[in-house]
């Protein structure tokens, strides 16, 4: 299963945020490409512990969801709302230009996929605790997905 802890994996989701720009297609959502970003990089922040947010799970999304948005093998469903922290509408990251934030993003997956890795005992606004490999997993799920939305 793709994993940003693999190297190929990691290499496609940086190769994929070359071809996206600020006219790629929104294929479902309301973000811009250039929201996006920003939310992406707030994502990854979140779990890093360098943006705090509050927890948004119950025992559903721990017990169920968790497992099946990590291991089930089909791209993620669209239209879950994400915590504030990670909404440039709302307390997000606020969207100035592209090619700046395509590099904190860089950045961000840099940072998320080096060792040691720390961050791995913060907990998921809504999953909750997670395993480095879970966390290795959700980014490149959640990247990939992202991604798709932009037809990259």
Known sequence: MKSLAN??????ILHRLDVIGPESPRQWGRMTVLEMVCHCGD?????????QTKPIGNWFSRAIVKPAALWYPRP????FPTVPECDASRAGTQPVELSLHLRELRDCIDRFTRRPRAYALQ???MF?????KEWMRWGYL???HHLRQFGA
């Open 142 to 144: 959640h990247l990939d």
């Open 7 to 12: 190297p190929s994996d990691r290499a496609d």
């Open 128 to 132: 909750g605790p997670m395993t480095e």
């Open 123 to 125: 907990a998921h606004p």
């Open 76 to 79: 993620w469903p669209h239209g």
């Open 43 to 51: 994502a990854l922040r979140v779990s890093m512990g360098d943006r």
